[in-house]
């Protein structure tokens, strides 16, 4: 018996719901602002966890979707996004690990691709307007994000402390390491013990620099803010030049 027909109908309505988001870069920087807020607050377990991984599933479905991406590849991404839940759910209510270890690389894998789907947007872009700006700024927090993501899991998975002298960060300090790195602030407060965390941060740097100066920058050089309202502004004003036409001969 084919299931498929029995379950299209209810994952086609949330695929049309998200397919509304088309370019809504605006509401995807917010939902990574959400993010940002959340994961700064909460802890890095139980329910609050789980509250992260919802907004950060809803954050990678709606850059998808903005991003033009094909449709199956968005119901991968809600499929993919409930199965994380459930697996934070489970580490919730167990207090295992293993469950937030497996829920955070699915997220990380999505968040990733996401990215990569709004960054390809951005780049690729015909004109360089508001909504384009919106994007490449998505991006650069999203990629703030992905990094914190992969800092706590690696601090999950190895034995010892992933930053030096602080034996029990919390999830606000993966984050505000990954963000201080990203923008190459360096307060020197959180610093990684040793290896992966070290080779993370530096590739982190160098991304974080690569991307400001030449994506954001080359994009603010070509933003002509208001450009498509002189357009407007001047083609009407050619009508209004060119007058009325005249009638044609009346017809006997």
Do not use: C
Not at 113 to 127: H, P
């Amino acid at each position: 018996m084919d299931l498929s027909g029995i379950r299209a109908p209810g994952a086609n309505r949330w695929i049309q719901r998200a397919e509304r988001f088309t370019d809504a870069f605006g509401l995807v920087l917010g939902l990574v602002i959400v993010t940002f807020i959340l994961t700064s607050l909460l802890d890095n377990g139980g329910w609050g966890a789980v509250l992260i991984l919802a907004v950060t599933s809803a954050t990678s479905v709606v850059a998808l979707s903005s991003s033009h991406s094909p449709t199956h590849y968005v119901h991968i991404a809600l499929n993919l996004s409930g199965l994380s839940l459930l697996l934070g759910i489970a580490g919730a209510i167990s207090g295992a690990d293993l469950w937030f270890n497996l829920a955070a690389a699915i997220q990380i894998g999505l968040l990733a691709v996401a990215t990569v789907a709004v960054l390809i947007r951005v780049v690729l872009a015909v004109e360089v307007n508001a909504r384009t700006i919106l994007g490449a700024i998505s991006v650069y927090m999203a990629i703030g994000l992905l990094f914190s993501t992969t800092y706590e899991t690696v601090a999950r998975l190895q034995d010892s402390p992933f930053f030096a002298g602080v034996p029990h960060p919390q999830h606000g300090d993966f984050l505000f390491f990954s963000y201080t790195t990203l923008t190459t602030t360096g307060y020197g407060d959180l610093v990684p013990g040793g290896q992966p965390g070290q080779m993370v941060a530096t590739f982190e740097m160098l991304i974080g620099q690569i991307f400001l100066v030449t994506l954001v920058a080359g994009l603010v050089s070509l933003w002509r803010p208001g450009e498509n309202l002189k357009r407007r502004r001047a083609a009407r004003q050619a009508a209004k030049e060119a007058g009325p036409s005249e009638p044609g001969p009346a017809a006997d």
